[in-house]
């Protein structure tokens, strides 16, 4: 009897096999004979599920944004306010515990900024859309808690450059990214915040 494989499956576990070798050997330097062995597989087996190492690279960064998503949802569904947790969500990616994936989405701009493939935009677009659902849900929270103003939903774009802007211009100049999320935020919310009358 024929073994059944889970293909989507198998590709999950290859990618979850890779992530540490990934984040220590970066996207330019992996290889897909380092994929293969870290995988316990032949190349040839990674070529039945991949493409090319872009598709592996995509499908372990899609890993790690699935990972970075959840800790979105939790940071929605506590407590604090849509000032709180829009600071959490900014300052995320900035964390001591997440240098090394700010370190290979750093990667990711520089390969997409000089050579992006068709795949690449495609990639990059669909992590971007997935990231403005989730911070316009964490808005519209914030709108029907009535803590900011309606409008607020209209700044999500700009608060999405603003992040990966930040990403790049913490490294150039080494600026304090945390100290620039609050800076900035502190001057968003001097507009977009519903005052208490008096």
Same mark, same amino acid.
């Given at each position: 009897?024929?073994?059944?494989v889970?293909?989507?499956?198998?590709?999950?576990?290859?990618?979850?096999?890779?992530?540490a070798?990934?984040?220590?050997? &970066?996207?330019?330097n992996?290889?897909?004979?380092?994929?293969?062995?870290?995988?316990?597989?032949?190349?040839?087996?990674?070529?039945?599920?991949f493409?090319?190492?872009?598709?592996?690279?995509?499908?372990?960064?899609?890993l790690?944004?699935?990972?970075?998503?959840?800790?979105?949802?939790?940071?929605?569904?506590?407590?604090?306010s849509?000032? $709180?947790?829009?600071?959490?969500?900014?300052?995320?990616?900035?964390?001591?515990?997440?240098?090394?994936h700010?370190?290979?989405?750093?990667?990711?701009?520089?390969?997409?900024?000089?050579?992006?493939?068709?795949?690449?935009?495609?990639?990059? $677009?669909?992590?971007?859309?997935?990231?403005?659902? $989730?911070?316009?849900?964490?808005?519209?929270?914030?709108?029907?808690?009535?803590?900011?103003?309606?409008?607020?939903? &209209?700044?999500v774009?700009?608060?999405?450059?603003?992040? $990966?802007?930040?990403v790049?211009e913490?490294?150039?100049?080494h600026a304090?990214?945390?100290?620039?999320?609050?800076?900035?935020?502190?001057?968003?919310f001097?507009?977009?915040?519903?005052?208490e009358?008096?």
């Amino acid at each position: 009897m024929a073994i059944i494989v889970d293909k989507d499956q198998k590709r999950r576990n290859i990618a979850l096999s890779c992530e540490a070798l990934l984040l220590q050997k &970066g996207i330019k330097n992996l290889t897909i004979a380092e994929i293969a062995k870290t995988a316990g597989v032949g190349k040839g087996t990674i070529y039945e599920y991949f493409k090319n190492k872009d598709e592996i690279v995509f499908e372990i960064i899609t890993l790690f944004i699935d990972q970075h998503q959840n800790r979105l949802r939790d940071i929605i569904a506590e407590e604090k306010s849509t000032k $709180t947790k829009l600071y959490d969500f900014l300052a995320l990616l900035h964390l001591e515990s997440e240098k090394e994936h700010l370190k290979l989405y750093r990667e990711f701009i520089a390969i997409s900024l000089q050579s992006a493939t068709p795949e690449m935009v495609a990639f990059s $677009t669909k992590c971007h859309i997935s990231f403005v659902e $989730t911070v316009q849900e964490l808005i519209q929270v914030g709108i029907d808690k009535r803590e900011i103003i309606p409008q607020s939903l &209209g700044l999500v774009n700009t608060l999405m450059i603003y992040g $990966t802007g930040l990403v790049v211009e913490a490294k150039l100049i080494h600026a304090d990214a945390l100290r620039q999320i609050e800076e900035m935020l502190d001057n968003w919310f001097k507009i977009i915040e519903i005052k208490e009358e008096k």
